[in-house]
């Protein structure tokens, strides 16, 4: 937030009430005269002055922060169960170095068209993002208007959680689905098929914004950590836990992981 010497933040007057409004002399300052003093962005300039507009420095800071929580926290926190599942599930570490192996010729860097070639790689990546399930219980939404929902009422104002455990564990969708099994999106003849129930992004208007980047960079980090290093419990440790921590997202318990050269 931009700041006068005085401290005091500086608005265009004609932005509305909500903002606060610095005088001089008796009269407000308008966006043209703020623009000399600070850079603001320019398309944030023009539109301070449109009532319609949600395009403002407040919504600004709010997505950026949005970005960086939603962002962050859930790539690392994948990759995290990730690792563990890959210590814990030897064989099916050993699988996708394989495929990496087997695939990917030795100086080829490993871009997001790649999990085409990779099809168990990319069936334990979506198996992580199943079996670890980290949003559970989705973000809270509120009804805006009464309706009915497969025979339900629900009426304005009603507070949502969507239960995505429902989908990523329904025994009617998923052959073993307490089993950690890439087998869950492949074919028979090894071939990746996802499923309408494989829902860790949500579903609907206002499903997740980063689902595309989000896969992107699991895919890219996860095929890059398995070709260059195997993942081991190191010596003389417990075989770790795979139950979850509750946090914001369902979070791994602590863990110690070592890392070999391959
Ligand atoms: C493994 C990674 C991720 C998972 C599992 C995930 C999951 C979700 C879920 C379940 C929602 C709630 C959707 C709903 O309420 O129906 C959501 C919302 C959102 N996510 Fe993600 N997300 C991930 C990564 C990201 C990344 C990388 C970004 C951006 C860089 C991002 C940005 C957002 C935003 C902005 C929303 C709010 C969308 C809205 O309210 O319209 N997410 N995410």
Not at 60 to 79: K, N, P, S
Not at 191 to 218: D, W
């Amino acid at each position: 937030m931009r700041r006068t010497p005085a401290g005091r933040r500086r608005y265009c007057a004609c932005t509305g009430s909500r903002r606060e409004k610095r005088q001089t002399g008796g009269k407000p300052l308008h966006h043209a005269d703020i623009q000399g003093s600070f850079s603001l962005p320019r398309r944030l300039m023009q539109t301070q002055c449109d009532s319609n507009s949600t395009y403002n420095e407040e919504n600004l800071v709010h997505l950026v922060a949005d970005l960086f929580m939603t962002g962050t926290e859930t790539v690392a926190t994948t990759l995290r169960w990730a690792l563990l599942y890959m210590v814990a599930f030897p064989d099916i570490q050993g699988k996708v170095q394989e495929e990496l192996d087997a695939i990917l010729e030795g100086s080829h860097m490993i871009n997001y068209e790649d999990r085409k070639r990779l099809p168990y790689t990319n069936a334990v990546i979506h198996e992580i993002q199943r079996f670890g399930n980290i949003v559970s219980v989705g973000v809270v939404r509120k009804c805006m208007a009464d309706i009915r929902l497969h025979g339900f009422k629900v009426s304005k104002g009603t507070i949502i959680l969507p239960n995505l455990s429902s989908v990523l564990y329904d025994p009617e969708q998923w052959k073993s689905p307490r089993e950690f099994s890439p087998q869950h999106f492949l074919q028979e003849n090894g071939t990746f098929e996802t499923k309408e129930a494989f829902l860790p992004f949500s579903s609907g208007q206002r499903a997740c914004l980063g689902e595309h980047l989000a896969k992107i960079e699991l895919f890219l980090f996860f095929s890059n950590l398995l070709r260059t290093f195997s993942f081991q419990i190191p010596e003389g440790e417990c075989y770790p836990r795979l139950d979850y921590v509750q946090a914001a997202t369902l979070q791994p318990y602590p863990y110690r992981v070592r890392a070999v050269l391959r």
